[in-house]
C-alpha cells in the first residue's frame, strides 16, 4: 500500500489532512504484515491506526475492546464516517447476534468489535476461522499484564488466538506501559518479532498548573464559572467527596453527577453518558473514572486532592484535550493532604508496599512543589528528557515562582537538624524538625527533650506547612538527604554542612500562589496562544454546538460522533459557503459531507447575514 493512498483514504473516508506522529508508519507496518506494538498518549489516534487500514487490507478486522460501553460509540462513528462496522457483546439479544453474524459471514463488515469474554466462547472462536480475519487489533492491549493497573483477567485468554489464527497479524495498542508491562505484552500476545513504536508521552495541548489548595471548593465553583461553556472531570480522592462536591455544583446551578465505584452498574453508565453527551458539564470522580472516557472535548481535569502517583496523574490529566485542542490540568495542592497520605501509608502492615507508597508520595509532592517546568518532570517520570524551552505551558515556565533571600531560614533549619544529632545522637524526619522550629510540645520533644536546644522555637516567623515546604527544597538543594527509610531521617550533606559553616547565601522559592483570592485567571496566559489553539468566532462556535447537540440527540449519538470540536471551531472561523470550501474542514470525509455538509453550511450563511 503506498502512503499516499492511505493519505487520500485519511481524507476521504475521516477528513483529516494529516496522519499524526507514527500513526502512517504503524498501519504501513501492519498493512504489510508485521506484528505490532504501539505505544501512544492518550489522544494520540490510536484508534485509526486499525480503522483505516480496515478500508484497505483484505478480510475483516477484528479489534478486542475492554470497554462494552464504547463499542457502539465507536461503531457508530465508524457508521458516520462511512466504514461498515458491527460489534458484538453481552448487551445484545440472541436474534441481534445472528443477523450481525450472517452479515459477517457475508463479509458485509470491514471491522467488528468484540469483547474479550465473548470471543472465549467455544462456538465463536471456531465461526472465527472462517470470517476472513485479516488482522487482529488488541487495543488497551495493557489490560493483559498483571503488572499494569486495569489488569482483566479475559485478556489473558487472547493468546490461544494466535494459534487460532496463526497467519493473521497482531497490532496491540497500549497507552499505558511501564518497560516491564511493555515485555509482557508482548510475551502474552505471542507476539513475532514486532515493530515496536513508542510515541513520546508529552501533551503539547495541556496546559498544566499547581495551586495552592485553599477552600477547595470555592476554588472549583469560581474556575468552573471562569469556564462556563467548557466540560471537564474533578477528580477526588474518596466517594463521599466526589458525591459532596458534585451535590453542592448543582446546588450553584452547575450540572454535574458523581462516579465512583460505589455506585451501581447501570448508575455508573447513565453518569458516563449524560456527560458523554453533554447533559452534564463535570464530573466528579473517583480514579474509577478512566479508561472508559473517549470524551474528546474535556477541556480540563482538576485534581481536588493530591492523586496518589505520578502514573497515576499524568493518565488523569491525560482524559483532557483527547481532540489537540488547548485543555488545563490543574492540581490543588494542600499541605493537609500530604499528612493524611503519610498517616494512611503509615497504617499499611506490609513494608514493602508502605516503602513504595512513600516513595510515590515523594514524588508526586516533589511535582508540585518544585519550581522547575512541569512537564520536565513528568516526563521525567518516563525515562523521557524534556527541555522546558519547548514547553510554554505549564504555571512555572509561564510565570516562574519568586525566589527570596531565603539564607536565614536555611541557616535555621540546618541548625536545627544539627543540634539535634548532636544532642540526641540519631537524626529525626522532617516534621520533627519543623515541629522542634516552630515551638511544639510534642510527646517526643518532651520525651528527647529537645525543648532544651538552642534552636527550638526559632522559626516562629513561619507556619508549619511553610517550613515543610522549606525543609523538602532544601532536600531538592542537595543541602540535606532524606532517606526514604521508616520515618525517613533527615541528614546533612557535606554542602549543607558547608552552606551552615560558611554562611552561604540560600535562595529559596515563595511559596505556591499565597492565595487570598482564589483565583485561577491570570492575564499573562490568556494573551500567549496556545499550542493546538484554534481562534474563531465564538458566538458561531456557540451556534454550531447547538446545531450538533440537536443533530446527535436526532441520531441517538454523543456530540462528537456528528463533528469534534476542531471542526466546529475551523468551520466557526473559516465560514465554508458552499460544499468545496467545507470539505477543507478537518474531520469532513465524503460521507459526512454529504450528510450534514448543507445542514452547517445553511446555519453558517444564516449567521453571516446577520453578523
Ligand atoms: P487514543 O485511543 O490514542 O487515545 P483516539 O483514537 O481516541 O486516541 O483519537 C483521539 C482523537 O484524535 C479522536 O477524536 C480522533 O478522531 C482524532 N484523530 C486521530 N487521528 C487523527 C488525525 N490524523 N488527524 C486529526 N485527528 C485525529
Ligand atoms: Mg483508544
Redesign the pocket.
Known sequence: MKSRDLSAI?KQS???????TL?KEIMEDSLAGRDVFAL??????????Y?LPALVRTGLTLVVSPLISLMKDQVD?MDAAGVPATFLNSSLDIEECRRRFDKLEKGEYRLLYIAPERLMLSGFLNKLRHLGVGLVAV?EAHCISEWGHDFRPEYRHLATLRELLPEVPILA?T?TATGRVREDIIRQLRLKDPAVYIASFNRPNLMYRVLQKNKAYAQVLEYLKDHSSQCGIIYCQSRKTAETVSKKLNEDGIRSCPYHAGLGASERTRNQDLFLRDEVRVVCATVAFGMGI?K?NVRFVIHYDLPKNIEGYYQET?RAG???LPAECVLLFGAGDTVKYSIFIEQKSDPREQELAREQLRQIVHYAENSTCRRVILLEYFGEKFDAKECGACDNCLSPREKFDGTLAAQKFLSCVFRIQEKSGFSVGLNHVVEVLTAHATEKIKRWHHEELSTYGIGKEYGRPAWLEIGRELVRLGLLTQKAQKFSVLELTAEGRRVLVQRVPVSLTEPLVPVTRPSFVSRSWQAKSRPGEISCDETLFERLRQLRKRLADERNVPA?IVF?D?SLRQMARDRPKDKRAFRNI??VGEKKLENLGDIFISEIAEYCGTH
Do not use: E
Open positions: 485519511l475521516f477528513g483529516f489532512d494529516s496522519f499524526r500513526q501512544l498518549p492518550t489522544g494520540g489516534g490510536k484508534s485509526l491506526c480503522q462513528a487495543d495498542l497507552a473517549h474528546p491525560g483527547r481532540d489537540g462528537y469534534s476542531v478537518s474531520g
